[in-house]
Structures are given as C-alpha cells and as structure tokens.
C-alpha cells in the first residue's frame, strides 16, 4: 500500500466555490473508483486557503493506471478539472510509505493535525523507529491515525496525523504527554535528528470519510 497526499492552495475567498464543487461534481465523478478517498480536510491553522485530501493505491503502478483512466473521463476533465484550475495558486503532492497501522477514527466529529518534519540526510528511518517504539506512551493521551515516511518528493521527511475532538482536547494531551518521562525520553532521543517541522490543523469536509 502507498499513500499520496494532495495539499491545493487556493486562491482567497474560493474554498466554498471549491468544496461545492469537489462534493457535488469530483466526488460523484471520482468516487472511490481511481483510488480509495481515505480523507478530505480544510486547513484551519497553518497555512490558509489549502484543502488536503489523502488517496490510498495498491502501489504506484496502480496510481498511475487509476489515473490514466481518469484523464480518460470527460466528466472529470471537463466537468471538473476544467472548473477548479481557475481556483488554485499550488498542488504539492507527497507520496508516503505508513511505517504505523492506518488507524482512521471510527467515530465522526475530530479535529485532525498533521505534523510533518524534514530530518537530517539519512535520518527518517531512525526517527520513525523512535517514534514507533514511543507510541504505547503518546497514544496513552490521543488517538493516533497513521504515520509516515515520504517517499518524494522529500526522502528525509515524515509526517504522522492525529485525531482530536477539539483544540481543548489537543491542548490537553499535548501537555500531558510532554509531562510524560518516556515521551521526553523519545523527544531527548529523536529531537536531534530533525531539521525543520510542520503543523497544520485541518477541519473535515461533509463528505470525508474521516469526519
């Protein structure tokens, strides 16, 4: 299984024009049919005017044969594509390998954070065992839904997504977690190998899976 992430960076003031249109014409066209929607998400805090939306592939072979039968589809290239390039300044794309179980919430109603860190050159594997070994310890105080090495276009990097009910829940565990000795033990161990981080809040969309 292979992940990519899609972050949009629109143009102010047309998320709603996006979103109407993503949920009444790309989804119904698109559906889960070239690629499972695992995810779709309104940047809250971070950077602005950016929607997020996770696909998981078998692998990359069945990407790229998904989505060539998807610019095959002129409700989709012409009923919607056509209709949102007007709208976007920017489409980043990550791809991303889980090194933890995919784990989405089986309840609706979550705020999500997604924090993405660029290590140092050769560092990710040795981050991600860290943080894997430390998770017993985090996921005593929120729910974790997956975390990630990047495949590209930033080798160095990772990211892992968290589920949260609110900003009060997330404030909450993140300041019991930091008073936890063995999470400081990992944050002592894995701090060192981290060059930049990242996060952004996300709000879901009505017609995300993850809600």
């Not at 929607?37 to 950077?47: F, K, N, T």
């Not at 095959?72 to 300044?89: C, F, H, S």
């Amino acid at each position: 299984m292979i992940q990519e992430l899609r972050i949009y960076t629109l143009l102010p003031g047309k998320m709603p024009e996006y979103t109407k249109l993503a949920e009444e014409v790309g989804t119904k066209v698109r559906g889960d049919r070239y690629g499972k929607r695992e995810g779709g998400w309104v940047a809250e805090i971070g950077a602005l005017n950016q929607f997020w939306h996770l696909w998981t592939y078998e692998d990359l072979n069945e990407r790229a044969r998904l989505r060539g039968e998807l610019s095959q589809n002129k409700d989709w290239t012409e009923g919607y594509v056509a209709k949102i390039r007007p709208m976007l300044v920017r489409q980043e794309i990550a791809f991303l390998n889980p090194f933890l179980p995919f784990k989405p919430p089986r309840e609706r109603g979550h705020i999500y954070e997604m924090r993405r860190y660029r290590t140092h050159v050769g560092a990710a594997k040795a981050w991600s065992e860290h943080f894997k070994a430390a998770m017993p310890t985090r996921e005593k105080y929120s729910e974790n839904v997956c975390a990630w090495t990047v495949e590209g276009p930033d080798p160095n990097s990772v990211c892992h997504l968290w589920a949260y009910k609110d900003l009060n829940h997330r404030a909450e565990a993140r300041t019991a977690a930091a008073k936890d000795p063995e999470w400081q033990a990992f944050l002592g161990k894995s701090g060192p190998l981290l060059a930049e981080m990242s996060s952004t809040v996300m709000l879901p969309v009505s017609y995300s899976p993850m809600g």
